[in-house]
C-alpha cells in the first residue's frame, strides 16, 4: 500500500490572549507584581547576625553549608525542617486543589507569573489580540522584524534577570553581581544564569500552555483531589443555552460572543465543560461578566461554582454557601495535617539547643591496655556551637566514678568551640585495674557537654568496653 502523506500531527497555533479587566485580573496583577517582587528583591535584604557571619537576609550558603532565614539559621544535619516545608507545600497544594480546583496553576505557579508578564510585553510591543493575530499571520516585513526582535530582547533581559536573581539567592548578592559584571565570578554562576535565561524565555515566550499541558503532571493528579463539591470555573449552560442574538428572546443568556475563549492563556472554550488544560485563572469570568453588564443581564454565567449544585440551580434554587464547600471532610482533614506538620516544625525550631554533640567510639581496637593494667577507649566527639559568639565547653562523662577522662592535646576539660562552627575532638576514658567498669564486657557510658557561658547541656549515650574478665 502506498504511504499516505497526510500528516497525523497538527503545529501548534499559538495562543493570543485578549487583554480583559476585572476582579480576577486584578487580582492577578496584584499577585504578579508581589510574586515577582518577593523573587527580585529578597537576595538584596539585609540581616546583621554579627561578626563573621553573613549579613544576608535569606542565603543558601553551600560553601559553610547553611540555609539562613532572616533570624532561622539550618544546619546540614537540620535538613528535616526542608523536608517539612515541602511536606507542608504538597498538603497546601493538595487542600487548595479540593477546595478551589487549579487556583495555585492559575494565579501563583512560576509558569503562570512569568508567562503573564510575557504576554504583558508581547501586548505593550505588538498589540492586543487582534494585532497580534495579524501580525503572526503577515509575511516577515521590516516592520514585523522589529517588533519581533524588541519583544525578543526584552523577554531575553526578563530571563537574564530572571537567572541572575536565582544565583544570589547562594551568594552575597552585591559582591557576586560586582564580580558579575566585572568576569570575575565563577563559570558556575555564568553557566546557571545561562540555562535559566533560556528556559525562562523559552517557556515563557513560547511554550506557555504547552509547559501546563504536557510537561506539568498536576493536571493529571488533580483529578484525585477534586469531587462534586470542588469549586471550580465553570459554565452555566442551563441558564446559558441555546446561545443566541442578543434580541433573540428565545435563546439563553449566552450570545456566543467568544469572549471567554479569546481571554483564555490556554485557549480552550470553558463552555465544552471541564477541561484539563483549565488552569482555573478565571479570565473568562471577567470577560463574561463584562458582557452581561453591557447586555443589562445577571452576571455568574461563567463563575466559580461546584458541579453537585447544578441540579439545585437548574431547578430554580439557589446554590449552596461557599463555606459548605469549603469546609468539609476533605479539606478540613488536609489543614489539619498541615497545621499539625506546621506546629511540629515550629516547636522544633524553637525548641532545638544552641549546642550539640555527637559521640562515635573508635572501635579498631575496641579498647587498649595500658601498662598499668587500666582499659582505655577512645572516641571522637563533634562539639557544635550554634551560638553567634565562641562559647567554652566542658565535656565529663558519668556511669562509673572511677574513670578518668582526657582530651586530645589539651590538659583541660573544656574546649572552646568557634561561634557557627563544628569542633572534632578526640577523647579518652580510662577504668582503672581492677574497677567494674574494666572487668565488665560494656558498661553504659553517657557524655555530657556543657556549655560554660549560660549552663546549656547536651548529652549522648554511648557504651565502654572493657576486658570482659
Not at 470555573?233 to 475563549?261: F, I, N, S
Request: hydrophobic residues 45%.
Amino acid at each position: 500500500m502506498p504511504e499516505s502523506s497526510t500528516s497525523l500531527y497538527v503545529a501548534r497555533e499559538p495562543i493570543f490572549p485578549r487583554r480583559v479587566s476585572g476582579r480576577f485580573r486584578n487580582l492577578k496583577w496584584v499577585i504578579m507584581v508581589v510574586t515577582l517582587g518577593i523573587y527580585y528583591l529578597t537576595p538584596w535584604i539585609r540581616w546583621d547576625r554579627g561578626p563573621n557571619l553573613p549579613d544576608q537576609a535569606v542565603l543558601v550558603d553551600l560553601a559553610g553549608r547553611r540555609f539562613y532565614f532572616f533570624w532561622i539559621e539550618i544546619w546540614p544535619h537540620e535538613f528535616y525542617f526542608v523536608a517539612g516545608l515541602l511536606i507542608m507545600a504538597g498538603l497546601g497544594l493538595f487542600l487548595f486543589t479540593s477546595a478551589l480546583r487549579r487556583v495555585w496553576c492559575g494565579y501563583t505557579c512560576p509558569q503562570t507569573v512569568w508567562t503573564d508578564l510575557f504576554i504583558l510585553v508581547e501586548r505593550w510591543i505588538e498589540g492586543d489580540r487582534n494585532a497580534r493575530v495579524k501580525l503572526h499571520h503577515a509575511g516577515w516585513s521590516v516592520r514585523k522584524a522589529r517588533l519581533r526582535l524588541t519583544k525578543w530582547i526584552v523577554w531575553a533581559l526578563i530571563g537574564l534577570g530572571t537567572g541572575g536573581a536565582w544565583v544570589f539567592y547562594f551568594a552575597d548578592a552585591p559582591t557576586l553581581f560586582r564580580d558579575l559584571i566585572n568576569l570575575e565570578a565563577a563559570p558556575v554562576a555564568y553557566a546557571t544564569i545561562s540555562i535559566l535565561t533560556a528556559t525562562t524565555f523559552v517557556f515563557g515566550g513560547f511554550m506557555r500552555e504547552q509547559v501546563c499541558i504536557y510537561m506539568c503532571p498536576w493536571p493529571r493528579i488533580q483529578g484525585a483531589m477534586m469531587d462534586n463539591d470542588t469549586l471550580t470555573v465553570g459554565y452555566r449552560d442551563w441558564r446559558g443555552e441555546p446561545r443566541g442574538k442578543a434580541r433573540d428572546a428565545t435563546a439563553g443568556d449566552c450570545v456566543d460572543c467568544m469572549a471567554c475563549v479569546n481571554v483564555c492563556p490556554m485557549g480552550i472554550d470553558i463552555r465544552d465543560g471541564q477541561q484539563m488544560e483549565c488552569i482555573t485563572c478565571a479570565l473568562c469570568i471577567d470577560a463574561c461578566d463584562d458582557v452581561m453588564d453591557k447586555l443589562g443581564r445577571d452576571r455568574g454565567l461563567i463563575d466559580y461554582l461546584a458541579l453537585s449544585d447544578a441540579p439545585r440551580e437548574e431547578a430554580g434554587e439557589k446554590p449552596r454557601p461557599i463555606w459548605h464547600h469549603v469546609l468539609r471532610r476533605r479539606t478540613v482533614l488536609y489543614s489539619a495535617i498541615w497545621s499539625l506538620v506546621g506546629f511540629a516544625m515550629v516547636y522544633a525550631l524553637f525548641m532545638r539547643p544552641e549546642i550539640e554533640m555527637t559521640v562515635a567510639p573508635v572501635r579498631n581496637p575496641t579498647f587498649v591496655t595500658l601498662s598499668d593494667g587500666s582499659i582505655r577507649n577512645t572516641y571522637e566527639l563533634r562539639l557544635r556551637n550554634k551560638h553567634g559568639a565562641e562559647r567554652m565547653f566542658g565535656i565529663h562523662v558519668n556511669g562509673d566514678a572511677m574513670w578518668v577522662l582526657g582530651l586530645e592535646g589539651s590538659p583541660y576539660s573544656a574546649v572552646p568551640v568557634a561561634a557557627n562552627e563544628t569542633l572534632k575532638i578526640r577523647v579518652y576514658v580510662t577504668a582503672p585495674v581492677g574497677s567494674d567498669s574494666a572487668q565488665a564486657a560494656e558498661t553504659p557510658l553517657r557524655f555530657w557537654v556543657d556549655d560554660l557561658a549560660n549552663g546549656e547541656r547536651a548529652y549522648k549515650n554511648t557504651i565502654f568496653n572493657g576486658s570482659g574478665s
